[in-house]
């Protein structure tokens, strides 16, 4: 008997040991198929990432352009050359003034005639949220800029791209900063050019902000130096002193042959990751390449595989302390090795912080569920065995059809993992992360298959609505600017595509005499009258109209499927409505356009049209179509 014992606790202990040696086997793959898997994960999202930073640096030059030609084609500006008095000048200045405090990126904005003596210019100051007049002195740039200058076509916009501030590198400090010139002409005369800088905190503000890493872009000129990174010794290597040896080139060579050949990519290298996007650093100049270069670095990778691996320890710890208990009874080990395989898989999927948890047969035909599941999907246990994962969570036909793809990449790859769109039993919507495992017997054929999901619906929810609010003007309650830009150069694309079927008008409202209202009975009058107008306009337009507060007191309206004569009706019926306000004694004034090939054209016929109720003595509406001459 005793032999016995000693026999079956030697045997315990020897299969307890072969154990143990397969399962640190298993974990130490485990541990480094998911190093791999974080190193691809962070590959994807830098690669992601980058696309992003060039896509808002993108819309950066987009919004700046569009703001520079609008500048440059207002009629105010028109009137300041052509027809000058100090009247219009006042004007001009003024909403210069206002441009420059409202978009905040500009760090200043100025107007030289065409022989290039500064009229004016504005310096913002982002400490004090404020910017100060320069009055007309000597010329504010060189000859040779303004050679380059007068050569441009109207309407081009001149950019160098991002330069070393040469102000401040006098003093030691080498910061960059954006240079942008357009030409002002009137009946094909130049008069003049409007003058844009951009500071460093502007062009960090876009490139370097990142929404899901921790770790920001530098950018790269063509020839490997410097344009942006953390370690301000590196930058513009190739125009101060001493640091023509801190190029990526140089200290980086097999990377930047990588670059050199691929536009996009990512490479694990010297135990840190480093992904690239190359992009045209200015429109006007497409050879002239870039690029955005994120490096991750070994000690952050370090912390990533820290995680992982006390993740694989914790694991380790309770599939050891499992085996003990499991390996005494060698009898009781005998008559669970049969189902050992499907009860360790739940196990390690528990494990892994898989919430809730489907196990299918190799047909997809459920056998097993936790009760995290039933919790999300509103089966119960018994309800969902038997059935495929497609019977208890519905999808419309679109994402029905990517989950058969999603199938098909599972038993093609072994594995996947994604976000899919379902309906619970309640027909609640449910934004769920899934991961699949195949599970494979000794012959390779599929045994079973391991989902885990993880409800998400509150955190897609709450994207939903940040998405909504960074739309949104937070006085008015209507469409931001942004926002409308967007939807007239959609509702323009449409009309050129569809028309006549399809035909579309923008209105401008102005609020007249809206500044006498600041400054007679304070802001915060100022911001009721605002809000009262918005309301009205909200409340009493059609429900496809889209209203947009664009300016300080301007809106806008897009009318979709309206003719003129009946957008001039619409927008008419809501200028009396606004002058019929019982707190305030309040009209505006309107131009009405209907829109034709292009989104900037409407947008200044409109202002055009304003510009004329204006001068007709307000709280009227003007209309100017695109078929007239806005010269």
């Known amino acids: 008997m005793r032999n016995k014992k000693i026999k079956i606790v030697a045997y315990s202990i020897f299969v307890y040991l072969i ?40 819309e950066l030059s987009i919004r700046i352009a569009n703001t520079l030609d ?37 760090s200043k904005l100025e107007l030289i005639d065409s022989k290039g003596v500064r009229q004016f210019s504005f310096i913002y100051n982002e400490n004090n949220d404020d910017a100060i007049k320069v009055i007309k002195d000597k010329s504010s740039i060189s000859h040779d800029d303004l ?37 002002i002409d009137a009946f094909g005369l130049r008069k003049g050019y409007v003058l844009a800088e951009l500071n460093d905190t502007s062009i960090i503000n876009v ?15 063509q020839n490997g130096y410097y344009l942006l990174t953390d370690n301000q010794n590196e930058v513009f290597g190739h125009l ?57 670095p070994k000690e952050e990778l370090d912390e990533v595989f820290y995680t992982i691996q006390l993740e694989i320890i914790e694991e380790a710890s309770l599939l050891f302390l499992l085996l003990g208990l499991i390996v005494i009874p060698f009898g009781v ?14 196990a390690k999927s528990a494990l892994e912080g898989m919430s809730a948890v489907v196990i299918t047969d190799k047909h ?55 976000e899919i769109e379902v309906l619970s039993k309640s027909g609640e919507e449910l934004s769920l992360l899934v991961r699949i495992k195949v599970v494979k017997k000794k012959t390779k054929e599929i045994q079973y298959y391991i989902i885990s999901y993880i409800d998400i619906s509150k955190r897609k929810a709450l994207e939903k609505e940040l998405r909504y609010l960074s739309e949104k003007d937070s006085l008015s309650d209507c469409w931001n600017r942004r926002k409308f830009e967007f939807e007239l150069e959609k509702q323009t694309l449409l009309t050129n595509r569809y028309y006549p079927a399809h035909q579309c008008c923008l209105a401008i409202l102005d609020i007249d005499w809206f500044k006498r209202i600041n400054d007679t009975q304070g802001h915060e009058v100022g911001d009721k009258v605002i809000k009262l107008v918005a309301d009205v306009l909200k409340q009493s337009s059609r429900e ?9 007191e301007e809106f806008a309206i897009i009318m979709p499927h309206t003719e003129l004569k009946s957008a001039e009706m619409v927008v008419n019926r809501l200028r009396v409505a606004i002058s019929q306000l019982d707190d305030y004694q309040v009209t505006i004034s309107g131009g009405l356009t209907d829109i034709g090939i292009s989104h900037r054209n409407a947008y200044k016929c409109a202002d055009i049209a304003l510009y004329e109720s204006k001068a007709n003595g307000r709280n009227t509406i003007s209309i100017c179509t695109s078929l007239d001459d806005l010269a």
Do not use: C
Not at 163 to 183: C, F, H, Q, T, W
Not at 251 to 280: A, H, T, V
Not at 383 to 388: C, D, H, N, V
Not at 544 to 552: C, L, S
């Open 19 to 58: 154990l143990s040696l397969l399962t640190s086997l298993y974990l130490y793959n485990d541990f480094q198929n998911q190093k791999e898997i974080a190193v691809e994960q962070i590959q994807n999202e830098s690669t992601r990432q980058l696309a992003y930073t060039h896509h808002e640096y993108k």
């Open 544 to 552: 496809t109209d889209f209203v947009a507060r664009i300016g300080g």
């Open 207 to 221: 490139i370097r902000f990142s929404p899901t890493l921790s770790i920001s872009p530098s950018m790269v000129n």
């Open 240 to 296: 101060i002193n001493g640091r023509e040896a801190e190029t990526l080139k140089a200290k980086n060579p097999e990377l930047w042959r990588l670059m050199s050949s691929d536009k996009i990519g990512s490479i694990y290298l010297s135990d840190s990751i480093y992904s690239f996007y190359q992009f045209s650093i200015t429109a006007n100049k497409p050879n002239k390449k870039a690029y955005f270069l994120l490096h991750y």
């Open 147 to 183: 050679e380059i200058l007068s050569e441009l076509d109207e309407g081009a916009i001149f950019s160098e791209g991002i330069v070393l501030n040469r102000d401040l590198a006098e003093s030691g400090v080498y910061e960059p900063m954006m240079k942008l010139a357009i030409p």
């Open 364 to 418: 997809q035909r459920i056998i097993k569920v936790n009760s995290a599941f039933t919790s999300i999907s509103g089966f119960t246990s018994l309800e969902a065995i038997g059935k495929s994962t497609f019977d208890v969570l519905n999808s419309n036909s679109e994402q029905f059809q990517k989950r058969l793809e999603n199938w098909k990449k599972v038993n093609d790859l072994g594995a996947w993992q994604g």
């Open 333 to 346: 080990l005998l008559t669970l090795w049969d189902k050992s395989n499907l009860e360790s898989q739940l």
């Open 70 to 106: 609008l500048l440059s084609n207002s009629r105010p500006l028109y009137d300041y050359f052509l027809y000058p008095s100090m009247r219009v000048k006042q004007a001009v200045e003024s909403s210069w003034l206002r441009l420059v405090l409202a978009e905040k990126f500009f």
